[in-house]
């Protein structure tokens, strides 16, 4: 029996991996016999993009990263080289150093240093090429939990000399992080916008800076209400193609960016409100395009994958549900930090990093990305309508019956969410109300991100079967996955993308004999592109 047993258990595995792996398409249900919160929608596939190159390799921690494109075309990086994530432990700890390359990203130059403060941590670079074809470097000065301000210096030749630095404003806890933004007043002055921020002290706020680059005057004000923690966090600034000022703000109490509007060249500002753009713990990016449309850069639920989308109606609306990838997940490590540039009509490329703390080090990277990927074609999926408490559907399987129940649904979270924790799951039932849930649940940026539970209910009270850190990945990136489960004889087997999450048996008392299978999408948007079941012979 117990060779029996493992034969089983081998056939069970082998075909969830199979199913969960392949390749062919989906079937879908001839019909369903329940459907709550679910309704067919056009929507878009999506799919990891490996377009990058590294722009740097260190074993130090390399981190922060801006880009801007010259007016010669050259493409120029800047990042903070350090020991830590935050740094201040030695005086040599943080500093600024940039690489260039010639040929659109595809290759990059020996780093060089441009800054370096010996008694401070300098971070948070950012570069803006003005339209006098000087760039413009913007960062911040750090201690040991003592900031110091916020810096500006200029380069005549595309970044081979500087300015001395010059601070902006007296507060000395300001910080930046993304790139200024040039913009012409109705007299015809320029003036230089840099988006910062306190998020520690009393009078914490996003804060913006007015410099004048004719005569180097600057004001400082806040654009937020002032001790708001969740809207008083890095943002980035952007200038839409019909002269509004649009700034996203990150949050790190809400699973979502903020939004801000002025009018008026960046004087007064409209109140933050709420997007539909998913992030948490991290910054985005943001650049107007050169059709007019605004491209916003974000970390789709944590800091652990960023991707794309555009608004072409000046910001009053997010495409999240046609974004696109930029950077596929990792599970260890600092990340994220996006910075993009549009490269030419058909190209953005976009920096991050992704590092460990000295000596493991880590990398710049480069991704490019295609703005035709944003138009490309919708295929017919199942959508859960919002991110409600559930939403289910449920078909009846093909034959009633003692044999293998295999289930395999093509999934993706297309980024909207309710509260966390949120989760997508197989289901299968019996007649007598008998329920098996085998699914993949994430967090945000809680601890508790990456997870698969298998769970059982005969009744009114559900166990937990089993609950573990996803084994194959991350699979709440934004691009399609594959979930199969394969039942038998009171053995479960779980598989994700071909690797199996898990086998488990069900409680000895269970006499259970799946007829129905469906999918479950709890507090998330879900997009299902096929769902097949079927039974095999043993």
């Known amino acids: 029996m117990a060779h029996s047993g493992a034969r089983a258990a081998t056939h069970l595995i082998k075909q969830a991996e199979e199913a969960s792996g392949a390749d062919s398409a989906l079937c879908w249900p001839d019909r369903f016999v329940h459907v709550v919160g679910w ?54 700890d943080g500093r600024v150093m940039m690489a260039e390359s010639l040929d659109g990203g595809q290759t990059w130059s020996k780093p060089w240093l441009i800054y370096d403060d010996p008694h401070l941590d300098d971070r948070n670079s950012a570069l803006m090429c003005a339209a006098d074809g000087r760039v413009v470097h913007v960062w ?39 790139r200024p933004l040039e913009v012409r007043r109705s007299d015809g002055k320029t003036e230089w916008l840099i988006p910062m921020y306190d998020c520690l002290s009393e009078i914490k706020a996003a804060y913006l800076g007015i410099y004048d680059p004719q005569d180097g005057s600057a004001e400082v004000f806040a654009v937020t209400p002032v001790g708001q923690r969740n809207v008083s966090d890095e943002w980035a600034l952007a200038q839409a193609a019909d002269g509004r000022l649009v700034g996203l703000i990150r949050s790190n109490t809400d699973p979502f960016l903020f939004q801000i509007e002025s009018f008026d060249g960046g004087r007064t500002w409209q109140s933050p409100r709420p997007t539909n753009i998913p992030s948490q713990s991290t910054p985005a990016d943001l650049i107007a395009l050169d059709d007019g449309r605004l491209l916003v850069t974000f970390s789709f ?39 993009a540039v549009q490269i030419d009509s058909e190209t953005v490329g976009t920096v991050l990093y992704e590092t460990m703390p000295a000596p493991q080090g880590g990398t710049i990277w480069f991704a490019r990305t295609k703005l035709a990927d944003l138009e490309r074609p919708t295929v017919a999926a199942l959508r859960s309508q919002h991110a409600s408490e559930e939403a289910v559907a449920l078909f009846e399987l093909p034959s009633e019956g003692r044999g293998r129940m295999a289930l395999t649904a093509e999934y993706r979270f297309v980024g909207e969410f309710g509260p966390q924790p949120s989760g997508f799951e197989l ?40 609950r573990q850190n996803a084994l194959g990945g991350l699979y709440n990136d934004g691009n399609d996955h594959r979930l199969s489960v394969v039942y038998e004889d009171g053995r479960v087997a779980f598989a994700i993308d071909g690797v199996i999450e898990a086998v488990v048996e069900l409680p000895a008392k269970a006499a259970f004999q799946p007829c129905f299978g469906g999918i479950s999408a709890r507090r998330a948007a879900v997009a299902v592109y096929g769902l097949e079941g079927q039974q095999t012979k043993s």
Not at 55 to 84: M, N, Q, W
Not at 141 to 157: C, E, H, I, N, R
Not at 161 to 177: H, K, M, Q, S, Y
Not at 448 to 465: A, Y
Request: with cysteine; hydrophobic share 30%.
């Open 39 to 92: 309704q067919w929608r056009p929507t878009h596939r999506s799919k990891p993009n490996d377009d990058r190159v590294p722009v740097v390799v260190s074993s130090r921690h390399v981190a922060f990263p801006g880009i801007c494109k010259t007016e010669k075309g050259r493409l120029l990086v800047v990042y903070r080289d350090g020991l830590t994530h935050a740094g201040g432990q030695q005086l040599t």
């Open 427 to 466: 289901l299968l039932q019996d007649r007598q109300g008998g329920r098996l849930r085998c699914g993949y649940w994430m967090g945000g940026g809680l601890k508790d991100t990456n997870h698969v539970q298998i769970s059982f209910s005969d009744g009114p009270d559900e166990e937990v079967l089993l």
């Open 301 to 339: 639920r944590e800091r652990r994958n960023e991707r794309q989308a555009v608004s072409e109606d000046h910001g009053r609306d997010w495409q999240v549900a046609s974004s696109i990838d930029v950077f596929d997940a990792t599970l260890d490590g600092d990340r994220s930090y996006p910075a």
């Open 140 to 178: 911040n000065k750090y201690l040991q939990g003592q900031d110091f301000g916020v810096f500006l210096s200029v380069s005549d030749d595309e970044g081979r000399t500087w300015t001395a630095p010059v601070r902006i404003g007296d507060n000395r806890f300001l910080r930046t992080r993304s």
